[in-house]
Nanobody, 120 residues
């Protein structure tokens, strides 16, 4: 079973940048898609950015133009570059790899996540 470990979160001021990493131990099934999700206190978990089945990058509207998802297959690592951060981006961020993500479904199982806090 593949384990995913998120890192790179932290506290930044509005307008700052962070790069999140998601390291996968083990081989991710080729039919899986990977994505980033987040959950703020009192809110539902939401998709932030993901790859679809054709390798296209899909972004949630509020992060378009500011966030970039990428992956390094050689390192088995998924990244999320976050620029121009806003206080409303503050949340726990999670990565995941499932077949459902390819179609935009939110997974049920999660790792520890990494906290992002943006101050105004």
């Amino acid at each position: 079973q593949v384990q995913l470990v998120e890192s790179g979160g932290g506290s930044v001021q509005a307008g700052g940048s962070l790069r999140l990493s998601c390291a996968a131990s083990g081989t991710i099934y080729s039919g899986y898609c990977m994505g980033w999700f987040r959950q703020a206190p009192g809110k539902q978990r939401e998709g932030v950015a993901r790859f679809d089945r054709d390798g296209r990058r899909i972004y949630e509207d509020s992060v378009k133009g500011r966030f970039t998802i990428s992956q390094d297959n050689a390192k088995n690592t998924l990244y999320l570059q976050m620029n121009s951060l806003k206080p409303e981006d503050s949340a726990m961020y999670y990565c995941a790899a499932t077949v459902g993500i390819c179609s935009g479904y939110t997974p049920d199982n999660w790792g520890q996540g990494t906290q992002v806090t943006v101050s105004s």
